[in-house]
């Protein structure tokens, strides 16, 4: 194992879930008017839930993280906080912070932060979402450096807004959904598929599962769509219940398999 195989696992605890998501490219113009323009589903918002989960790769727990979702006023807020564990931090010392802040009404992102620590070194993103795109600055470095970057495109979620917008959907068995998401500092085309009903065992327990297929592609600097270097398909579990959990992903990258399972849940 070498440090630069670790970086994925990095990569997993920041995107955690949906950065695992795509579809094949259909030129060069078309393809935003794919993208899902219809309003959030009729189903039950989530309950304020504090949730663990663990990160794995190539059969060890190489990260872990804490997730505590619940409403504000008008809005939904996500925190949480991840690193890794064991011999992944020996060889790859990573922690992360993460909070986004979502409208509770329509379910569009307003603003998400996101605190980096990969070996010492700081690396703060900020991102302020707009009804055309989002505004992005970035701190990093010693002495500090501030860049900024914006980005055009409607609809556009972040993390937590694109979770909370697909499981607001009916999840019909053979139903698609093709979103756009800005994780962090690029953005990205998703197609998310329900391609059935399954049971699944996680450490949390056992549930009825709502199973989905995700592909990812990159959105270029001439916003054509860009088949992603790394990452080449996943597989994403959730509970086919009142509460739409996400239990686990096995996300297929270069080097094999990347695993997210839900370990703890707990609702406030």
Do not use: C
Request: proline letters at 4%; aromatic letters at 8%; charged letters at 25%.
């Amino acid at each position: 194992m070498t440090r630069p195989r670790l970086r994925p696992i990095a990569a997993a605890l920041t995107a955690g879930v949906v950065i695992l998501l795509g579809h094949s490219a259909r030129g060069s113009g078309d393809w935003k008017a794919t993208l899902a323009r219809e309003p959030r589903g009729n189903f039950p918002d989530l309950r304020p839930v504090r949730a663990t989960y663990s990160f794995g790769w190539s059969g060890i727990t190489a990260a872990t993280a804490e997730i505590y979702f619940h409403r504000n006023g008008a809005t939904f807020v996500l925190e949480g906080h991840g690193g890794t564990v064991g011999l992944a931090r020996v060889l790859w010392h990573y922690d992360v912070d993460y909070r986004s802040v979502v409208d509770a009404q329509t379910l569009r992102p307003i603003e998400a932060q996101q605190i980096e620590t990969v070996r010492g070194r700081r690396k703060e993103t900020h991102l302020r979402f707009s009804e055309d795109g989002v505004s992005r600055t970035r701190v990093e470095g010693s002495p500090p450096k501030t860049s900024t970057k914006d980005f055009k495109l409607e609809p556009l979620n972040d993390l937590q807004s694109v979770l909370l917008y697909l499981r607001s959907q009916p999840l019909h068995d053979g139903s698609s959904y093709r979103v756009a998401v800005y994780p962090a500092d690029a953005a990205y085309v998703a197609t998310v598929t329900v391609t059935g009903r399954d049971h699944i065992r996680v450490h949390a327990g056992s549930y009825n599962a709502i199973k989905l297929d995700l592909r990812l592609q990159r959105i270029g600097k001439n916003n054509e769509l860009q088949p992603h270097r790394k990452f080449r398909r996943a597989t994403i579990w959730i509970s086919d219940d009142d509460n739409r959990l996400l239990l686990r992903i096995d996300g297929q990258i270069f080097i094999g398999t990347v695993t997210a399972e839900l370990q703890s849940a707990r609702f406030k």
